[in-house]
């Protein structure tokens, strides 16, 4: 069976549709969309006046392959504000690879939000409270217009986000800073244009901490995008204008999966034999990344650049379940969510199914990753990301279907659970030998502790050739901490501590063989 990747793909959406406002023509704009060289896909950005109201339009196409499997994933979103900026409502339409979501709402003159979500076939609607000064395209691009962008000029803003409404509450805080004027390349044409940065602040589920990306951007004397650079891992997404027909030119063949791996320094010994393993990391990035510690992984500071990460297995403690305590962080983990749907009729029937007769948690959460284990049963890169509804009707995905279908299983039983993204070791990954891929997995608190579920290698599960990357609610926007760490360390040194003799026989641990 293939090695699972993580649901970073999805995050291609994300980071694109979170970048900078800029000015639209009433005429469509198009752009060519690059990752590494390699065209992908196109964007194609409107701007139209209907008597007091102003309509923008983006819409984003892409496609890559991970080994053998294409993956089409596209997204449109329209923002609806007064001729001032005021926002009036919005819709995000988002397809990841033939499972659509739809967020749509209306925004009263008193702030009020009334927020539609149809995802997974079924239809939600919830009474939210528009953030206050949270601008969208319109009102960013007037705010730009009346700032000016030269060098120099600094200011932050806050951009109304529909597809982190759970995540950030709709909010990133995004700080613009103007620039000099550059000859920049569009595809063999030289021009003049005005460069800036924009950074957006995007905070990190469960971690306390706050992710941040920045983005170059080459405008014209209108403020109309002429390039645009992401940063990507250690690639970049470049956004490049164009004509239509350069635009919606067929994308070229990427494999995304080449971009979501870290080499490991030497061959890992059968992990099911294995009680711990430290990390030596070399941090490549100036700035330094975020990976996190928590019950299964230590992470410390050994020099200016470098970390020791050691990652050891928690057994699960005796415990009983549904939780009934006051912590408010695990009561968050126990609560529906848009991609969690816990509360779902069908969700709440399988996790039933799945637990049984079963009394202690640690039991009972070890059945559910059993149980999707073997519920999964077209396991493949066909699909971008679906929620667990999603996956409960489809049967199919890869890592973060199995995360998140787990994590809403455990939460429907009383379970407090939550999705991990980080890497896993593999012998052989597209093509790669002894390298750490890109993947999903849960956690669920258990007497005290949070316990690894990785569905996708039940019965071993979790084991210490899993590193923890970032955490969060099984949102597509949780994974962005997967970004900026991927190609900003490698991997020095191992060092590996096995099981003694006696424990070896019962180890439940990841066992480093392709799953």
Same mark, same amino acid.
């Given at each position: 069976?293939?090695?699972?990747?993580?649901?970073?793909?999805?995050?291609?959406?994300?980071?694109?549709?979170s970048?900078?406002?800029?000015?639209?023509?009433?005429?469509?704009?198009?752009?060519?969309?690059?990752?590494?060289? @390699?065209?992908? #896909?196109?964007?194609?950005?409107?701007r139209?006046?209907?008597?007091?109201?102003?309509?923008?339009?983006?819409? %984003?196409t892409? !496609?890559?392959?991970?080994?053998?499997?294409?993956?089409?994933?596209?997204?449109?979103e329209t923002?609806?504000? !007064?001729?001032? $900026?005021?926002?009036l409502?919005?819709?995000?339409?988002?397809?990841?690879?033939?499972t659509e979501?739809k967020?749509?709402?209306?925004?009263?003159p008193? $702030?009020?939000?009334?927020?539609?979500l149809?995802?997974?076939?079924?239809?939600?609607? =919830?009474?939210?409270?528009?953030?206050a000064?949270?601008?969208?395209a319109e009102?960013?691009?007037?705010?730009? *217009?009346?700032?000016?962008?030269?060098?120099?000029?600094?200011?932050?803003?806050?951009?109304?986000?529909p597809?982190?409404l759970?995540?950030t509450g709709?909010?990133?805080?995004?700080?613009? @800073?103007?620039?000099?004027?550059?000859?920049?390349?569009?595809?063999?044409?030289?021009?003049?244009?005005l460069?800036?940065?924009? !950074?957006?602040?995007?905070? =990190?589920?469960?971690?306390?901490?706050?992710?941040?990306i920045?983005?170059t951007?080459?405008?014209?004397?209108?403020?109309?995008p002429?390039?645009?650079?992401? /940063?990507?891992?250690?690639? !970049?997404?470049?956004?490049?204008?164009?004509?239509k027909e350069?635009?919606?030119? +067929?994308?070229?063949?990427?494999?995304?999966?080449? %971009?979501?791996?870290?080499?490991?320094p030497?061959?890992?010994?059968?992990?099911?034999?294995?009680?711990?393993?430290?990390?030596?990391?070399?941090?490549?990035?100036?700035?330094?990344?975020?990976?996190?510690?928590?019950?299964?992984?230590?992470?410390?500071?050994?020099?200016?650049n470098?970390?020791?990460?050691?990652?050891?297995?928690?057994?699960?403690?005796t415990?009983?379940? +549904?939780?009934?305590?006051?912590? /408010?962080?695990?009561?968050?983990?126990?609560?529906?969510?848009?991609?969690?749907q816990?509360d779902a +009729?069908?969700?709440?029937? %399988?996790?039933?199914?799945?637990?049984g007769?079963?009394t202690?948690?640690? *039991?009972?959460a070890?059945?559910?990753?059993?149980?999707?284990?073997?519920?999964?049963?077209t396991?493949?890169?066909?699909?971008?990301?679906a929620?667990?509804?999603?996956?409960?009707e489809s049967?199919?995905?890869?890592c973060?279907?199995?995360a998140?279908?787990?994590?809403?299983?455990?939460?429907?039983?009383? =379970?407090?659970?939550?999705?991990?993204?980080?890497?896993?070791?593999?012998?052989?990954?597209?093509?790669?030998?002894?390298?750490?891929?890109?993947?999903?997995?849960?956690?669920?608190?258990v007497?005290?502790?949070?316990?690894?579920l990785?569905?996708t290698?039940?019965?071993? #599960?979790?084991?210490?050739g899993?590193?923890?990357?970032?955490?969060?609610?099984?949102?597509?926007?949780?994974?962005?901490?997967?970004?900026?760490?991927?190609?900003?360390?490698?991997?020095?040194?191992?060092?590996?501590? /096995?099981l003694? +003799?006696?424990?070896?026989k019962?180890?439940?641990?990841?066992?480093? *063989? @392709?799953?």
């Amino acid at each position: 069976m293939k090695k699972r990747s993580t649901g970073g793909l999805f995050i291609l959406c994300v980071l694109l549709l979170s970048g900078p406002a800029a000015a639209a023509a009433e005429e469509p704009r198009y752009m060519a969309i690059f990752l590494d060289g @390699k065209k992908v #896909g196109h964007s194609i950005r409107s701007r139209s006046v209907l008597r007091d109201r102003v309509i923008t339009t983006e819409e %984003m196409t892409f !496609t890559v392959y991970r080994g053998a499997q294409a993956t089409s994933m596209d997204a449109k979103e329209t923002n609806i504000e !007064t001729v001032d $900026g005021k926002p009036l409502g919005f819709e995000i339409i988002q397809n990841t690879g033939g499972t659509e979501q739809k967020r749509s709402g209306v925004i009263g003159p008193d $702030g009020t939000m009334e927020v539609t979500l149809i995802m997974g076939g079924t239809q939600q609607t =919830i009474q939210l409270q528009y953030p206050a000064g949270a601008l969208m395209a319109e009102g960013l691009r007037r705010l730009q *217009k009346a700032k000016g962008l030269d060098t120099g000029v600094e200011f932050e803003a806050l951009a109304f986000r529909p597809d982190m409404l759970e995540t950030t509450g709709g909010t990133i805080t995004i700080q613009i @800073k103007g620039g000099p004027r550059r000859e920049i390349d569009l595809l063999g044409r030289k021009v003049e244009a005005l460069e800036t940065t924009t !950074t957006m602040r995007i905070p =990190i589920p469960f971690q306390d901490q706050v992710q941040e990306i920045t983005t170059t951007n080459y405008c014209d004397a209108d403020l109309e995008p002429l390039k645009i650079l992401v /940063p990507f891992g250690d690639k !970049t997404l470049e956004l490049i204008a164009c004509e239509k027909e350069l635009a919606l030119r +067929p994308a070229d063949i990427f494999d995304f999966l080449s %971009m979501m791996t870290v080499a490991c320094p030497t061959a890992l010994p059968p992990l099911d034999g294995v009680a711990a393993i430290t990390y030596e990391l070399a941090l490549l990035a100036p700035e330094g990344i975020s990976i996190p510690s928590d019950d299964n992984q230590t992470v410390r500071k050994t020099a200016e650049n470098r970390l020791l990460v050691t990652v050891r297995p928690v057994s699960a403690n005796t415990a009983t379940f +549904p939780y009934k305590g006051a912590d /408010p962080n695990l009561l968050d983990a126990l609560k529906p969510t848009e991609y969690l749907q816990s509360d779902a +009729p069908r969700i709440i029937n %399988m996790a039933k199914t799945a637990v049984g007769a079963a009394t202690d948690a640690g *039991k009972a959460a070890r059945q559910i990753e059993a149980f999707v284990k073997g519920y999964i049963k077209t396991r493949d890169f066909s699909v971008g990301y679906a929620s667990a509804l999603e996956v409960a009707e489809s049967r199919q995905g890869d890592c973060s279907e199995h995360a998140v279908l787990t994590a809403a299983m455990c939460r429907a039983v009383g =379970i407090p659970a939550r999705v991990v993204s980080g890497l896993i070791y593999a012998e052989n990954l597209a093509g790669q030998k002894n390298v750490f891929g890109g993947h999903a997995w849960a956690e669920a608190w258990v007497g005290g502790v949070w316990i690894g579920l990785d569905a996708t290698r039940s019965p071993q #599960g979790y084991g210490p050739g899993h590193i923890t990357l970032s955490r969060g609610n099984g949102n597509p926007a949780d994974f962005l901490n997967l970004v900026n760490v991927l190609g900003g360390f490698r991997i020095d040194k191992v060092t590996v501590q /096995p099981l003694p +003799p006696a424990a070896e026989k019962t180890n439940s641990g990841g066992n480093g *063989k @392709k799953s």
